[in-house]
């Protein structure tokens, strides 16, 4: 099991930047798929970006791609995720979440990752 905590969350106006990031316990990180997910009031957990074990590989919702960025130093066991051009829509609950492994299928889907952090505010409004 892989220990993540979020961090870097707050208020942010409309159009502004933000940039959070998880950190992971454990000895596994470098091999597990890693994910970003958002709650908001409408209660849904949904995909915002995802990336493979190595890096090579990102994946982003439409509703973020051009906007958000994902990445990870495997040297420091942390995921980051970039986030510009905010709008109040992207206001949520950010959560980071591991998969078991490299696999990069379904990658969308909150039941194929394993673990998951406490999740962060971040709230755009002005």
């Known amino acids: 099991q892989v220990q993540l905590r979020e961090s870097g969350g707050g208020l942010v106006q409309p159009g502004g930047s933000l940039s959070i990031s998880c950190a992971a316990s454990?000895?596994?990180?470098?091999?597990?798929?890693m994910g970003w997910f958002r709650q908001g009031p409408a209660g849904a957990r949904e995909f915002v970006a995802a990336?493979?074990?190595?890096?090579?590989?990102?994946l982003y919702a439409d509703s973020v791609r051009g906007r958000f960025t994902i990445s990870r130093d495997n040297s420091r066991n942390t995921v980051y995720l970039q986030m510009n051009s905010l709008k109040p829509e992207d206001t949520a609950v950010y959560y980071c979440?591991?998969?078991?492994?490299?696999?990069?299928?379904?990658?969308?889907?909150?039941?194929?990752?394993?673990?998951w952090g406490q999740g962060t505010q971040i709230t755009v409004s002005s």
């Open positions: 990336i493979s074990a190595s890096g090579s590989i990102t």
């Open positions: 454990g000895r596994t990180f470098s091999s597990q798929g």
């Open positions: 979440a591991a998969r078991r492994a490299q696999s990069m299928t379904k990658y969308y889907r909150p039941d194929v990752y394993v673990d």
